[in-house]
């Protein structure tokens, strides 16, 4: 493990980074955020494919660190989706006959649940040895929520999507507790469809996340979007969360939120104290890279509803959909904004 930056505005990255175009289709990757396993998606085929993600994983590292990003991750390269391979790797999915749920985009198809969920084995703790392995920069490491996983899913095996929740709950923690054993420094989990139905949320999804917690030392993030800027476009994103305030009452030491590109009410920054804020400050719907002082002017907006000490600036939802070189000049700028504004109120 590595001790994290004690400095104010310590950046770091939602999750993905871009995968290069030799090692995943990006013109299929660019249709659809797969829910259950997409193999096609990869041009590069076994015994070499681990290999290959590996390299791949190295380079968006390297990416970060040269970037001045604080807290890295390993871009989830080796990841279809943010979800999926988590999910898929569960006993009691029916991986070869998938489910379907009704999504913004139509029917989609989800993984099916037919039986317990268990977690029979670790899924990303050899991403973070590898990760921890090749950096001395804190690293953070991503988990679908609970929550998010039982919408993502046709339940024929629970009586109820909370029972099917809270089981979810119990895998994701067990990973996590071996995640910080092989050098997290920090544990996110994912929960973008919190506010695709707030009122089941309002039932329990505050209570999945807690157990999917549980007993974790490490600082917590909670991230929730409204998708990705490639697949969701920002006209169409409301200004405001439709389950936020409630988040304050999970166990988790951050919450993470996208607000450059749905251009935010930061007022709602308000409703979440006394937890720190993980800030979107990069617009990924924008091609153009943007200067170091829009990122401290987005940076400054934040701050009139926040402690500089409760903020940590990030970009928006995700960097998959990018080009690599907008990827990276996003990230310094991203930092080098951050800079500006710690030497003002330094």
């Given at each position: 493990m590595a001790a994290l930056p004690t400095h104010l505005l310590p950046t770091t990255v939602v999750g993905s980074y871009p995968q290069p175009d030799w090692l995943v289709d990006r013109a299929m990757l660019a249709k659809v955020v797969p829910r259950v396993r997409m193999t096609g998606l990869w041009r590069i085929g076994q015994p070499f494919l681990e290999q290959a993600q590996d390299d791949a994983t190295l380079i968006a590292i390297r990416d970060m660190e040269r970037a001045g990003i604080d807290i890295i991750t390993d871009g989830e390269i080796r990841r279809e989706s943010y979800s999926n391979h988590f999910a898929t790797a569960l006993?009691?999915?029916?991986?070869?006959?998938?489910?379907?749920?009704?999504?913004?985009?139509?029917?989609?198809?989800?993984?099916?649940?037919?039986?317990?969920?268990?977690?029979?084995?670790?899924?990303?703790?050899?991403?973070?040895?590898?990760?921890?392995?090749?950096?001395?920069?804190?690293?953070?490491?991503?988990?679908?929520?609970?929550?998010?996983?039982?919408?993502?899913?046709?339940?024929?095996?629970?009586?109820?999507?909370?029972?099917?929740?809270?089981?979810?709950?119990?895998?994701?923690?067990?990973?996590?507790?071996?995640?910080?054993?092989?050098?997290?420094d920090v544990i996110q989990i994912d929960e973008p469809w919190v506010r695709n139905d707030p009122a089941a949320a309002r039932r329990y999804a505050v209570r999945a996340i807690n157990?999917?917690?549980?007993?974790?030392?490490?600082?917590?993030?909670?991230?929730?979007?409204?998708?990705?800027?490639?697949?969701?476009?920002?006209?169409?994103?409301?200004?405001?969360?439709?389950?936020?305030?409630?988040?304050?009452?999970?166990?988790?030491?951050?919450?993470?939120?996208?607000?450059?590109?749905?251009?935010?009410?930061?007022?709602?920054?308000?409703?979440?104290?006394?937890?720190?804020?993980?800030?979107?400050?990069?617009?990924?719907?924008?091609?153009s890279v943007e200067t170091p002082e829009v990122v401290a002017a987005r940076l400054r907006a934040a701050l009139k509803f926040i402690p500089i000490y409760r903020l940590v600036p990030a970009p928006d939802c995700g960097m998959k959909y990018l080009d690599r070189a907008t990827a990276f000049g996003k990230l310094k700028a991203l930092a080098e904004g951050a800079a500006i504004v710690r030497r003002e109120r330094s």
């Amino acid at each position: 493990m590595a001790a994290l930056p004690t400095h104010l505005l310590p950046t770091t990255v939602v999750g993905s980074y871009p995968q290069p175009d030799w090692l995943v289709d990006r013109a299929m990757l660019a249709k659809v955020v797969p829910r259950v396993r997409m193999t096609g998606l990869w041009r590069i085929g076994q015994p070499f494919l681990e290999q290959a993600q590996d390299d791949a994983t190295l380079i968006a590292i390297r990416d970060m660190e040269r970037a001045g990003i604080d807290i890295i991750t390993d871009g989830e390269i080796r990841r279809e989706s943010y979800s999926n391979h988590f999910a898929t790797a569960l006993e009691g999915i029916d991986i070869d006959n998938p489910g379907f749920v009704q999504a913004r985009s139509g029917k989609t198809a989800v993984p099916r649940v037919v039986g317990k969920i268990k977690r029979m084995r670790p899924v990303e703790v050899r991403d973070m040895a590898f990760l921890r392995a090749n950096t001395k920069c804190p690293a953070k490491i991503t988990l679908p929520g609970p929550f998010t996983m039982s919408q993502q899913a046709q339940n024929d095996h629970y009586k109820d999507a909370e029972e099917l929740a809270m089981d979810l709950a119990a895998a994701v923690n067990a990973e996590a507790h071996d995640l910080v054993r092989a050098g997290a420094d920090v544990i996110q989990i994912d929960e973008p469809w919190v506010r695709n139905d707030p009122a089941a949320a309002r039932r329990y999804a505050v209570r999945a996340i807690n157990r999917a917690l549980e007993g974790l030392t490490v600082p917590t993030v909670v991230h929730l979007c409204f998708g990705y800027a490639a697949v969701v476009p920002g006209e169409t994103k409301p200004s405001g969360y439709s389950f936020l305030a409630e988040l304050a009452g999970t166990t988790a030491s951050q919450i993470s939120i996208e607000a450059a590109q749905p251009k935010l009410d930061l007022g709602i920054l308000a409703d979440l104290a006394p937890k720190t804020v993980m800030l979107g400050v990069i617009d990924l719907g924008n091609k153009s890279v943007e200067t170091p002082e829009v990122v401290a002017a987005r940076l400054r907006a934040a701050l009139k509803f926040i402690p500089i000490y409760r903020l940590v600036p990030a970009p928006d939802c995700g960097m998959k959909y990018l080009d690599r070189a907008t990827a990276f000049g996003k990230l310094k700028a991203l930092a080098e904004g951050a800079a500006i504004v710690r030497r003002e109120r330094s």
